[in-house]
Nanobody
Framework: QVQLAESGGGLVQAGGSLRLSCAAS???????VSWFRQAPGKERAFVAA????????NYADSVKGRFTISRDNAKNTVYLQMDSLKPEDTAVYYC?????????????????WGQGTQVTVSS
């Protein structure tokens, strides 16, 4: 069993930055860890993923060049550095873990989820 806990959300002005953290406990991280986000009235959407074994990454087109996903083995933590934030980035951000060695951008294919952290970007 994996427990995930996000932190680092908050209120920031457009153009600003935030760094989200996702700390794991219970067992070592699954093979893929991803960030998703869900805005009010919208479906949960893929943001970024990192493969634990080699740190290879994938990003949604909407965040490429602005967001960076990374991991710290010693702390069992995954980070999402968010720069050049826009009002449309406002959402609850969730981290999720997946056992399969293949990437997926579909929320239903992730077994473990954190509780979410709110990110609000003001214009």
């Amino acid at each position: 069993q994996v427990q995930l806990a996000e932190s680092g959300g908050g209120l920031v002005q457009a153009g600003g930055s935030l760094r989200l953290s996702c700390a794991a406990s219970g067992r070592t991280f699954s093979r893929y860890v991803s960030w998703f986000r869900q805005a009010p009235g919208k479906e949960r959407a893929f943001v970024a993923a990192i493969r634990w074994i080699d740190s290879s990454t994938n990003y949604a087109d909407s965040v490429k060049g602005r967001f960076t996903i990374s991991r710290d083995n010693a702390k069992n933590t995954v980070y999402l550095q968010m720069d050049s934030l826009k009002p449309e980035d406002t959402a609850v951000y969730y981290c999720a873990a997946r056992l399969s060695p293949t990437i997926s951008t579909m929320p239903d294919e992730y077994a473990y989820w954190g509780q979410g952290t709110q990110v609000t970007v003001s214009s």
